[in-house]
């Protein structure tokens, strides 16, 4: 069965540190890979998404996301975070040629002053 | 670009009232619109999908008779929570995704928070 695992509920980090959230994903064919951040109380803002191509996408705010295809993952990735980081995030995944999304269970990012 | 907008954010009503939600794509058409369930500090759940101009398609498990879905144009989805009881006290969001094309992604509202006495 299809499915999207995020190993990390959550993730303290200190501004201006990097930041890795991982997320791994079980589909027989390369899906279509997305990131959205999800403020507390409000929608999904999508980040980047991946469908072919360059294996490392680049999203908006500076984030980033490496589709690995030998390790079934699609981790996001910023260089440097700042305390408006400090969010939900959420990984989904899109089986080709459907619509349908299936989300992992998030990780709440805590950015420490 | 791509903006979806959801109506009303947040909602208390009685425990049997119906509460109407819309969900409204600004700056673009949607065929398909869908409809998630949040419960608190957990993913989303889709609820159902809903293509303009036909019947909704309701996800295993979801009441279609508790959950009226109607996409009346390609701008406006609405779900109508039937006879709420506190149980139904949860966060909806609802995406559309631009066009028929299965690599656009969805853009979503932001939620309404609905809280049943």
Redesign the interface.
């Known amino acids: 069965a299809q499915s999207v695992t995020q190993p990390d509920i959550h993730i303290t980090v200190s501004e201006g540190a990097s930041l890795e959230l991982r997320c791994n994903y079980s589909y027989g064919a390369t899906p279509?890979l997305?990131w959205?951040v999800q403020s507390p109380?409000?929608?999904?803002?999508?980040l980047l998404?991946y469908?072919s191509g360059d294996t490392l996408v680049q999203g908006i705010k500076g984030f980033e996301a490496e589709f690995k295809r030998s390790q079934s993952s699609f981790n996001l990735r910023k260089p440097s975070v700042h305390w408006s980081d400090a969010a939900e995030y959420?990984c989904a995944v899109?089986p080709?040629?459907?619509?349908?999304?299936i989300?992992?269970?998030?990780t709440?990012l805590k950015v420490l002053a | 670009g791509a903006v979806v907008s959801q109506h009303p954010s947040w909602v208390i009503c009685k425990s049997g009232t119906s509460v109407k939600i819309e969900c409204r794509s600004l700056d673009f058409q949607a065929t398909t619109m869908f409809w998630y369930r949040q419960f608190p500090k957990q993913s989303l759940m889709l609820m159902a999908t809903s293509n303009e101009g036909s019947k909704a398609t309701y996800e295993q498990g979801v009441e279609k008779d508790k959950f009226l879905i109607n996409h009346a144009s390609l701008t406006l989805s609405t779900l109508t929570v039937t006879s709420a009881h506190p149980e139904d006290s949860s966060f909806y969001i609802c995406s559309a995704r631009v066009g028929a094309n299965p690599n656009q992604p969805q853009h979503f509202g932001d939620g309404t928070r609905l809280s049943i006495l």
């Open positions: 279509y997305f959205y109380g409000q929608g999904l803002q999508l998404k469908f959420f899109g080709s040629g459907t619509y349908k999304y989300f992992g269970t998030g709440r």
